[in-house]
């Protein structure tokens, strides 16, 4: 066991026992408040160039297995956990978390008290940190030359190469057997979780992926009945060139939007976003349907939201976050486009949205009647 | 949709007295409901037949009914309060049954009374086995297969179509007798035979076997809106097979990834809805197929449970008092977490873990089975927070104060040899033995060795048993390996491997003896829950030692926040708990304060009554302007809700960490006569450590308790005690014994619950006690026993005052009913002493208040006096809260725990205007329950050793109507007619006439055993004879299995007449006949009687009651 700390850049350390891969590594560190799904979140790619704190406290008690990934590697920058399970207990389990760390080059830290680093996160705000065996100040060096959240498109490091099919649904872990594809959506992947994609399949659609950089010639050229938008990491802003895409879908096709491409859209649309204090991240976020007045527990995982404020006249809110009033979720009704800020695919997280995939398949068919 | 309108006036029914299976939990809930639904600004009314409730205190409800939770009085009440809803979600399994007893009796309908929070065809749904099953195979889940059945071919079609292992189920036996697991197709026959035998319907279920599946429970809850959340996921320990209740359980869920959690998430989203709870919590239990995931539904309770209290105190989230709003109309998302301050429409998530252990009280029933089943055993628990299960696991371990320090090995305590061989004689034959024999019992053998010990464990822990947690650990210590012990308890690989990791780590520590700890080392082993004690033990130092270096070191517990929120938010409420980390949370004010230590887990003598008092101390410091702080480490109680008081450290009351709170909080003083024997333990090693204790003093609970000095204040004061003396060791006791007589009370010093206290008539039964007691204060280094002349014909007298150290305050003069030698909490009281001659009553109070003012307590104490005719002696004393203190309250509406509290906080009686005894103009009587229905096989005569698990009330214009309310609340029915059986010693024979002769005047057959027929006969009293059970069939016992009798009063005297009438007692609990085993019960069961036949009685609430209460 290695001496190992995680240090922030505003100087606060906590130490640990290094696990995962070796060496060093930088970050945004936030936290999330699952207590189940560590696989489904290290293998989101939304968290690409953060470093990921558990606050449940121990972690790989099920080991890894290949059903539960949400992409093909982990993105996220570090893993910070209280205690790692050494060896599961799991039916579906191939191998420990420990391996698929250091198998994945990703940097690690147990021991650390995450309750203390949540707090400071909390009071402090979302920063950037290093996670390392090396001597602290080295630590806090890296940490402070790291480049800041804001400002950054992190969607080239973790979007699909190239385009492709995708016919994948939910199988038995769904509510049922997939419908049958009847509407061609065309995914724009900004670091989409697989799970999005199997929730389109199981809604009765035909699903081509494309890359982040596809532009909107492109995308219309596929003929699509619907064009998705995925979520994704970084600063929404500065993903100007899928702005400019969505721009120019707006109108010609039903749009929907998850989490990074709910803020794609409202900036398409002329709203501005901004940084929040550490986000939300976490299983258990109560979001009010403003049309249906239900409730939804939902999977967030955001650290920018959209103004409220900011959204034109054609736009409308139509979800609000029940804790702190954020924008969950808006929709302009004459482009046939709408998106919410969370995650109706959940994984990890309850499914209480998974209705809103019905709703885009829903004006998919408008549209096209 | 916001709260309802047209609803003002709701009733809320409670749960009855503590059961097995029925406990503070309900008080929990029924206290937050009242509470919620007076804020609401609703007229609350209140039923509930236990006194020592919270939600009983007069000013928790506008009009609260202490009366039996029968159905015909449950009408009466609703036809005088014509309230406009009532609520019977929050009151266990007693209010839900009442509630469709209302529907079924069509009381809800003619009074126009709606039935709020669970709907009628919602209950049913969820309770009938076939209509549940039927409504989770129309939303497509799965329970275990099983199909009742009424014939050996329709039983071998359903076996070979289910497949074996097979469970049976016969129908309507008690304790599930004639049923269990069959493993092999060859054993089938003779198993379903045998089972068609027992069961009175010949009827029994044939049911897939889920033995050793894991089992989950998920707390839920739903508004009307269809909003929906799980507040939380509970693991089991214990694989299917074992109650939950007896089970040891996790929050939040252990093994399951994200996909499976959600698939069942999902299934109790659609249970909750497809059942139609449309307002309020269910728990819903699950089994899961280990080797594929498959998912069966179990059950689920369309009500809160014992679980959901569980749950929120696991998570901070207030069940009930959310459910009781929804049910008048909120939805969740108008509701707030008072935590957090956020929305309460969300799904808790915590960054701890929390284990609950349950408390057996095997010792109090000799003769009961042993095993842990599908029915629930355990009288209590445990609840501990840490930061791993590992560290929750053994704090748990150590708040259930069974005298295990965590996970403590026995090896070397128990011939597990020995257990092995008890355990095969119990299983070949059904014959219940003594599990854990005393060593010294059991002679000299060569000493096992290891693989001995090892196969020997591997074959006991395949039993389901109250201790098998510390079996397994010890199986670990000798070298089991994971697949034996996998193969032998289908406890999760996961539990076994945490259980591997304590196992390591003690033998880390063992290897350092004889050096100093590093400061990793000691860090690492109190991260894992290692108390300061055991880490002592294993290093073969002395504690203090041990304690000293680790302060030195700087290694101290952190105070981390239950917040609903893992820290997502600040949390407003301080609800701690103590891990290892680097930032303490515990942010103490500096207002002045005072520390309650509460009872831990219940038992069986100390229980809801102790919870209650520390819960009023709570409320009296507030009212004078304290900070309170609260210690306990009971998930069922309301001392233990986040809201009763200002602070609240969930924690073991164990030395080490009640040091801690101490010092992180610096109060005042610490209140330890409130919380029954557990904080009394603590008194004088904390006034040791220089804490301040309030009330009373360390030194004078101990002089109280200490019996040599005991009899130094008796003399000097001039009161009498019964003749004894004290015996260190057998011969000793011989001679105390011959020097006073036969029969004699024996007890080990320092007990509670009156445990291991007998009579015993001879030498032989003597040396007999002997080899049992020691076992008994296995904790306890005295082996010294207090020998007592037992005073047989005496009434027995309960007496609680408040002293300030100046002036003595009577609060309350009981009679038991019941003569001495039976418990003072098994038998029932009255209150006032209905009688006693005037000269007797001032003796009591004058001795009262000498034994007070010379102790100098300074806040509650209780006396015990023996009356013989018109000699009154003093049984004995305790300077603290007594089991009686809340029925007191009940019974006068004087709040006796609030005033001692307040008088240990300084004040003076006078300045608090508590100067005269509380003197009712009704009638009160206290009655206990038991719970032998859970034991066959224990004999369920009254003794000295306490074994009832509750108590109710009875209140009444007369001593007949308020005893005959008691009865009826204890679910006993007198009868109106047909015969009565009276069986009496010589000494009762002419009081056996008057009875007689009240029951033939009342219109009874009289039936009696040969000698208490003559007597009948020559006074007069026409009687027909019928066999004691020893001359032969047709004999009483094969009468009460016809049905024959309707109540059964029998007196017997010396140890041989007790074990003859045994089996009669036994089949008159199983026929549910009312019994009475003393001239001076009977003789109020037939005034009840009488007054039964005088026509229709009237329920009042106690506040009404109280009104007319004098004082003098």
Same mark, same amino acid.
């Given at each position: 066991m290695q001496h190992a700390h995680l240090v922030l850049a505003d100087g606060t350390r906590f130490s640990g026992t290094a696990i995962g891969a070796s060496g060093e590594t930088t970050g945004e560190v936030v936290f999330t408040t699952g207590m189940t799904?560590?696989?489904?979140?290290?293998?989101?790619?939304?968290?690409?160039?953060?470093?990921?704190?558990?606050?449940?406290?121990?972690? =790989?008690?099920?080991?890894?297995?290949?059903?539960?990934?949400?992409?093909?590697?982990?993105?996220?920058?570090?893993?910070?956990?209280?205690?790692? @399970?050494?060896?599961?207990?799991?039916?579906?389990?191939?191998?420990?978390?420990?391996?698929?760390?250091?198998?994945?080059?990703?940097?690690?830290?147990?021991?650390?008290?995450?309750?203390?680093?949540?707090?400071?996160?909390?009071?402090?705000?979302?920063?950037?940190?290093?996670?390392?065996?090396?001597?602290?100040?080295?630590?806090?060096?890296?940490?402070?030359?790291?480049?800041?959240?804001?400002?950054?498109?992190?969607? =080239?490091?973790?979007?699909?190469?190239?385009?492709?099919?995708?016919?994948?649904?939910?199988?038995?872990?769904?509510?049922?057997?997939?419908?049958?594809?009847?509407?061609?959506?065309?995914?724009?992947?900004?670091?989409?979780?697989?799970?999005?994609?199997? @929730?389109?399949?199981?809604?009765?659609?035909?699903?081509?992926?494309?890359?982040?950089?596809?532009?909107?010639?492109?995308?219309?050229?596929?003929?699509?009945?619907?064009?998705?938008?995925?979520?994704?990491? =970084?600063?929404?802003?500065?993903?100007?060139?899928?702005?400019?895409?969505? %721009?120019?879908?707006?109108? %010609?096709?039903?749009?929907?939007?998850? @989490?990074?491409?709910?803020?794609?859209?409202?900036?398409?649309?002329?709203?501005?976003?901004?940084?929040?204090?550490?986000?939300? %991240?976490?299983?258990?976020?109560?979001?009010?349907?403003?049309?249906?007045?239900?409730?939804?527990?939902?999977?967030?995982?955001?650290?920018?939201?959209?103004?409220?404020?900011?959204?034109?006249?054609?736009?409308?809110?139509?979800?609000?976050?029940?804790?702190?009033?954020?924008?969950?979720?808006?929709?302009?009704?004459?482009?046939?486009?709408?998106?919410?800020?969370?995650?109706?695919?959940?994984?990890? =997280?309850?499914?209480?949205?998974?209705?809103?995939?019905?709703?885009?398949?829903?004006?998919?068919? %408008?549209?096209?009647? | 949709m916001p709260r309802r309108d047209d609803l003002q006036k709701i009733l809320l029914i409670g749960s009855g007295p503590i059961v097995i299976g029925q406990a503070c939990e309900f008080d929990y809930s029924g206290t937050q409901g009242a509470k919620a639904l007076r804020q609401e600004g609703y007229e609350v009314i209140l039923v509930n037949s236990n006194p020592a409730t919270i939600m009983t205190d007069p000013q928790m409800a506008d009009r609260t009914y202490v009366e039996p939770l029968t159905p015909e009085v449950l009408e009466r009440i609703l036809e005088r309060e014509r309230p406009d809803a009532v609520l019977p979600t929050l009151g266990g399994q007693t209010a839900l049954n009442l509630a469709l007893a209302m529907h079924d009796r069509g009381v809800l309908e003619r009074l126009g009374i709606e039935l709020i929070g669970a709907r009628v065809d919602a209950i049913r749904k969820a309770e009938e086995r076939e209509l549940f099953k039927q409504a989770m195979e129309k939303i497509g889940l799965e329970c275990a297969r099983a199909r009742t059945c009424r014939t050996v071919e329709?039983?071998?079609?359903?076996?070979?179509?289910?497949?074996?292992?097979?469970?049976?189920?016969?129908?309507?036996?008690?304790?599930?007798?004639?049923?269990?697991?069959?493993?092999?197709?060859?054993?089938?026959?003779?198993?379903?035979?045998?089972?068609? +035998? +027992?069961?009175?319907?010949?009827?029994?279920?044939?049911?897939?076997?889920?033995?050793?599946?894991?089992?989950?429970?998920?707390?839920?809850?739903?508004?009307?809106?269809?909003?929906?959340?799980?507040?939380?996921?509970?693991e089991n320990f214990d694989p299917m097979g074992v109650h939950t209740g007896d089970s040891i359980t996790v929050a939040p869920a252990m093994t399951l990834t994200d996909r499976e959690y959600q698939r069942m998430r999902d299934a109790g989203r659609k249970i909750i809805t497809e059942i139609g709870v449309d307002t309020g919590g269910s728990n819903i239990q699950f089994s899961v197929d280990p080797k594929t995931g498959r998912l069966l539904v179990i059950e689920m309770n369309p009500r809160v449970s014992r679980s959901s209290a569980l749950a929120s105190k696991a998570t901070g989230y207030p069940i009930a008092k959310i459910a009781a709003k929804l049910a008048v109309g909120y939805t969740l998302d108008e509701l707030r977490n008072d935590i957090t301050g956020t929305s309460a429409a969300f799904e808790p998530t915590i960054d701890y873990v929390v284990v609950k252990q349950p408390r057996f009280a095997f010792e109090k029933f000799r003769g009961a089975?042993?095993?842990?089943?599908?029915?629930?055993?355990?009288?209590?628990?445990?609840?501990?927070?840490?930061?791993?299960?590992?560290?929750?696991?053994?704090?748990?371990?150590?708040?259930?104060?069974?005298?295990?320090?965590?996970?403590?090995?026995?090896?070397?305590?128990?011939?597990?040899?020995?257990?092995?061989?008890?355990?095969?004689?119990?299983?070949?034959?059904?014959?219940?033995?003594?599990?854990?024999?005393?060593?010294? &019992?059991?002679?000299?053998?060569?000493?096992?060795?290891?693989?001995?010990?090892?196969?020997?464990?591997? /074959?006991?822990?395949?039993?389901? &048993?109250?201790?098998?947690?510390?079996?397994?650990?010890d199986a670990i210590r000798v070298g089991a390996t994971e697949d034996e012990l996998y193969e032998a308890t289908w406890i999760d690989r996961w539990f076994l491997r945490q259980l591997r990791e304590i196992?390591?780590?003690?033998?880390?520590?063992?290897?350092?003896?004889?050096?100093?700890?590093?400061?990793?080392?000691?860090?690492?082993?109190?991260?894992?829950?290692?108390?300061?004690?055991?880490?002592?033990?294993?290093?073969?130092?002395?504690?203090?030692?041990?304690?000293?270096?680790?302060?030195?070191?700087?290694?101290?517990?952190?105070?981390?926040?239950?917040?609903?929120?893992?820290?997502?938010?600040?949390? &407003?409420?301080?609800?701690?708990?103590?891990?290892?980390?680097? +930032?303490?949370?515990?942010?103490?004010?500096?207002?002045?304060?005072?520390?309650?230590?509460?009872?831990?887990?219940?038992?069986?003598?100390?229980?809801?009554?102790?919870?209650?008092?520390?819960?009023?101390?709570?409320?009296? &410091?507030?009212?004078?302007?304290?900070?309170?702080?609260?210690?306990?480490?009971?998930?069922?109680?309301?001392?233990?809700?986040?809201?009763?008081?200002d602070r609240l450290y969930f924690e073991p009351l164990a030395f080490e960490d009640v040091m801690a709170i101490v010092r992180e909080e610096k109060p005042k003083g610490v209140i330890v006569q409130l919380g029954g024997q557990t904080p009394l333990k603590l008194a004088v090693p904390l006034a040791r450590a220089g804490v301040p204790i309030l009330g009373t003093s360390a030194d004078a609970i101990d002089r109280a308790e200490d019996r040599e000095r005991f009899d130094e204040i008796l003399e000097k004061l001039g009161l009498r005690r019964p003749d004894g003396g004290i015996a260190r060791g057998m011969t000793q006791a011989f001679e105390v014994a011959a020097r006073i007589g036969y029969p004699v009370v024996v007890r080990p010093s320092y007990v509670l619950g009156g445990r291991a206290m007998e009579i015993v008539h001879s030498d032989d039964e003597l040396r007999e006690y002997f080899s049992k007691a020691l076992e008994a204060v296995e904790d306890a280094e005295t082996q010294t026993i207090l020998v007592d002349e037992f005073l047989e014909d005496a009434i027995e007298v309960d007496v609680d005052a408040v002293c300030d150290g100046k002036r003595v305050v009577i609060g309350g003069v009981m009679q038991h009913i019941e003569e001495a030698g039976v418990h003072s909490g098994d038998s029932s009281m009255v209150l006032p002493a209905h009688a006693l001659p005037p000269e007797v009553l001032g003796a009591i109070r004058s001795s009262t208040r000498a034994l007070a003012l010379e102790l100098g307590v300074v806040g509650l104490m209780n006396v015990q006096f023996a009356v013989r005719g018109s000699r009154v002696f003093v049984i004995e004393v305790n300077p603290r809260a007594s089991r009686t203190v809340p029925f007191i309250g009940k019974a006068t509406g004087v709040p006796l725990a609030q005033i001692a509290v307040k008088v240990m906080a300084g004040k003076t009686l006078d300045e608090l205007g508590f100067t005269k005894e509380p003197w009712p103009q009704h009638v009160a009587v206290k009655e206990s329950v038991f719970p032998f229905h859970k034991f066959p096989g224990v004999d369920t005569i009254l003794g000295p050793e306490m074994?009832?698990?509750?108590?109710?009330?009875?209140?009444?214009?007369?001593?007949? /109507?308020?005893?005959?309310?008691?009865?009826?609340?204890?679910?006993?029915?007198?009868?109106?007619?047909?015969?009565?059986?009276?069986?009496?010693?010589?000494?009762?024979?002419?009081?056996?006439?008057?009875?007689?002769?009240?029951?033939?005047?009342?219109?009874?057959?009289?039936?009696?055993?040969?000698?208490?027929?003559?007597?009948?006969?020559?006074?007069?009293?026409?009687?027909?004879?019928?066999?004691?059970?020893?001359e032969g069939s047709p004999h009483i016992v094969d009468l009460l299995r016809a049905g024959d009798v309707g109540m059964v009063i029998n007196t017997t005297e010396g140890a041989e007449a007790i074990r003859d009438s045994r089996s009669l007692r036994r089949e008159t609990l199983l026929a549910g006949i009312p019994y009475f085993t003393t001239v001076a019960a009977a003789s109020a069961a037939v005034a009840a009687i009488e007054r039964m036949a005088e026509g229709p009685f009237e329920v009042r609430s106690l506040q009404e009651y109280h009104q007319n209460v004098r004082f003098r």
């Open positions: 799904g560590y696989q489904e979140v290290l293998t989101d790619p939304s968290y690409c160039g953060q470093i990921v704190t558990m606050t449940a406290p121990q972690m =790989g008690n099920t080991g890894v297995n290949p059903e539960d990934l949400e992409a093909t590697r982990p993105f996220l920058s570090g893993f910070v956990v209280h205690e790692l @399970c050494p060896a599961p207990s799991s039916w579906r389990a191939t191998g420990t978390l420990d391996e698929y760390l250091r198998e994945h080059g990703i940097v690690g830290i147990a021991g650390v008290d995450t309750r203390a680093v949540t707090r400071h996160v909390r009071d402090f705000g979302a920063q950037m940190a290093a996670i390392g065996t090396a001597d602290p100040e080295r630590l806090l060096a890296l940490a402070k030359a790291a480049p800041p959240m804001t400002g950054r498109d992190l969607t =080239g490091e973790v979007t699909s190469a190239a385009t492709h099919e995708w016919t994948e649904g939910t199988g038995v872990w769904g509510p049922g057997p997939a419908a049958s594809p009847r509407h061609h959506v065309v995914a724009l992947d900004l670091g989409m979780k697989r799970n999005i994609l199997r @929730c389109l399949v199981d809604a009765g659609c035909r699903v081509t992926v494309v890359p982040a950089r596809t532009d909107a010639a492109t995308i219309l050229g596929l003929a699509p009945d619907g064009v998705f938008l995925s979520n994704g990491p =970084g600063d929404p802003a500065a993903v100007g060139y899928a702005i400019e895409a969505v %721009r120019a879908l707006l109108g %010609r096709v039903p749009l929907f939007g998850i @989490c990074l491409g709910h803020q794609i859209l409202s900036l398409a649309i002329g709203a501005t976003t901004y940084k929040l204090k550490f986000g939300h %991240r976490g299983l258990n976020q109560p979001v009010k349907d403003l049309v249906t007045g239900r409730i939804e527990i939902t999977t967030q995982n955001h650290g920018f939201a959209v103004n409220v404020d900011s959204l034109p006249a054609d736009a409308k809110l139509t979800h609000l976050h029940l804790n702190d009033g954020t924008c969950m979720g808006i929709e302009v009704p004459s482009k046939r486009a709408f998106s919410v800020q969370y995650h109706p695919e959940a994984a990890a =997280g309850p499914h209480d949205s998974r209705y809103l995939f019905e709703r885009f398949v829903a004006s998919m068919e %408008r549209a096209a009647a | 329709d039983a071998w079609a359903t076996a070979e179509e289910i497949g074996f292992p097979i469970i049976l189920r016969p129908s309507l036996t008690m304790g599930g007798s004639g049923g269990g697991i069959v493993e092999r197709r060859e054993d089938f026959d003779r198993a379903i035979r045998w089972a068609f +035998q +027992q069961s009175p319907v010949h009827e029994c279920l044939v049911e897939e076997s889920v033995l050793g599946w894991k089992e989950f429970e998920l707390e839920v809850i739903r508004d009307r809106a269809d909003n929906f959340a799980v507040i939380c996921t509970i089975d042993p095993r842990l089943t599908t029915q629930m055993k355990s009288v209590g628990e445990s609840m501990a927070i840490g930061k791993t299960f590992k560290e929750a696991l053994q704090k748990a371990a150590r708040s259930l104060e069974i005298g295990r320090d965590g996970l403590s090995s026995l090896l070397g305590r128990v011939d597990y040899r020995d257990v092995r061989d008890q355990l095969r004689v119990l299983r070949a034959t059904g014959e219940v033995v003594d599990l854990v024999r005393p060593l010294a &019992l059991l002679g000299d053998r060569p000493e096992a060795t290891t693989e001995e010990l090892r196969e020997a464990l591997l /074959e006991i822990i395949r039993t389901p &048993l109250a201790e098998r947690l510390w079996y397994v650990v196992v390591d780590e003690e033998r880390a520590l063992e290897a350092t003896k004889g050096r100093p700890l590093a400061v990793e080392e000691l860090a690492r082993a109190k991260r894992m829950g290692f108390s300061d004690s055991r880490i002592a033990t294993l290093r073969d130092e002395p504690v203090a030692a041990q304690r000293e270096s680790r302060e030195g070191a700087g290694v101290e517990r952190i105070y981390a926040r239950v917040d609903t929120c893992a820290a997502e938010f600040v949390a &407003l409420t301080p609800y701690l708990y103590s891990t290892w980390g680097e +930032q303490s949370e515990a942010a103490p004010t500096e207002r002045e304060k005072v520390m309650i230590l509460g009872g831990g887990p219940n038992r069986i003598g100390q229980g809801i009554e102790f919870d209650y008092c520390c819960v009023h101390a709570a409320f009296a &410091l507030q009212e004078l302007g304290y900070e309170t702080i609260m210690v306990n480490c009971n998930p069922e109680t309301v001392s233990t809700d986040y809201d009763t008081s074994r009832s698990t509750g108590e109710v009330m009875g209140v009444g214009e007369t001593f007949p /109507e308020a005893f005959l309310k008691a009865i009826w609340a204890t679910n006993v029915d007198l009868p109106r007619s047909g015969r009565v059986f009276l069986s009496v010693r010589d000494a009762d024979k002419q009081a056996a006439c008057d009875l007689g002769f009240r029951l033939r005047e009342l219109g009874f057959e009289v039936v009696a055993t040969g000698g208490t027929r003559e007597a009948l006969a020559r006074n007069g009293v026409e009687a027909s004879r019928v066999n004691k059970v020893l």
